[in-house]
């Protein structure tokens, strides 16, 4: 079985179900001839989809209310709270998207990047809701390569006390290696993506990918 489909097969990675529309907008964001205005857009609307399929595996406790009609309704309310922590610096495009279905959400910000010593992720900063132990956590980092800077950040967070199957890491696009890494390494960890890659180039640069997605988001190309 390829990497891919055993990515694809992994109880604790689930794609957003595969629409034409979501097939259309993913088109467009991978597409190198489209303009930054277009990247930005469609790539929030791909967000949006990937926030709102995070929430649904948040549990919630059943909750009556009377409606309108004065008739009881047994219906669920969200049983926890949630923060989002973006991964520094393309994390931080998943943030309105974040804001734009929870209001007042708290966000922390970690910033990883290469020792050129060790060649290993190191941390540079990290600034966290006060809270955060007592939170889910949304991990925002668009693509997911090989996983080392969001390996070093969920090791951060768990350090700040954050329970490791309260995090959901939430990417735009992955590459099998990172999402079999990151689950074996963080069993209760779930991920949830728009689309499973093929493989990464030397560089480890996602294929097919999309590019760098900071650099295409934040017009720095
Ligand atoms: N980060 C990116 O922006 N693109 C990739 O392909 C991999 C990591």
């Given at each position: ?123 540079y900063y990290s600034k966290l809701p006060k809270d955060i132990s ?88």
């Amino acid at each position: 079985m390829s990497l891919s489909s055993q990515a694809a097969e992994h109880p604790r990675l689930h794609q957003l179900s595969q629409t034409n529309q979501l097939k259309a907008l993913m088109t467009i964001i991978r597409d190198k001839n489209t303009k930054r205005g277009d990247f930005v857009f469609y790539s929030d609307r791909v967000i949006r989809l990937l926030v709102e399929e995070g929430l649904n595996y948040l549990p919630v406790n059943d909750k009556e209310v009377i409606t309108p009609m004065g008739v009881p309704f047994q219906g669920v309310s969200f049983q926890g709270r949630i923060c989002g922590v973006s991964i520094m610096r393309a994390g931080e495009s998943m943030e309105q998207g974040l804001r734009d279905v929870c209001t007042s959400v708290r966000i922390g910000k970690v910033l990883i990047q290469r020792d050129e010593r060790t060649a290993q992720p190191k941390l540079y900063y990290s600034k966290l809701p006060k809270d955060i132990s007592d939170r889910w956590v949304l991990l925002l980092d668009p693509m997911l390569a090989t996983g080392g800077s969001a390996m070093k950040c969920i090791e951060v967070l768990i350090e700040a006390g954050v329970k490791e199957d309260r995090i959901l890491f939430i990417n735009l696009i992955c590459a099998p290696e990172g999402v079999l890494k990151m689950l074996e390494k963080f069993p209760s960890l779930h991920i949830i993506t728009a689309e499973i890659d093929e493989s990464m180039d030397a560089q480890k640069f996602i294929l097919p990918g999309l590019g760098d997605f900071g650099d295409r988001y934040f017009g720095t190309e």
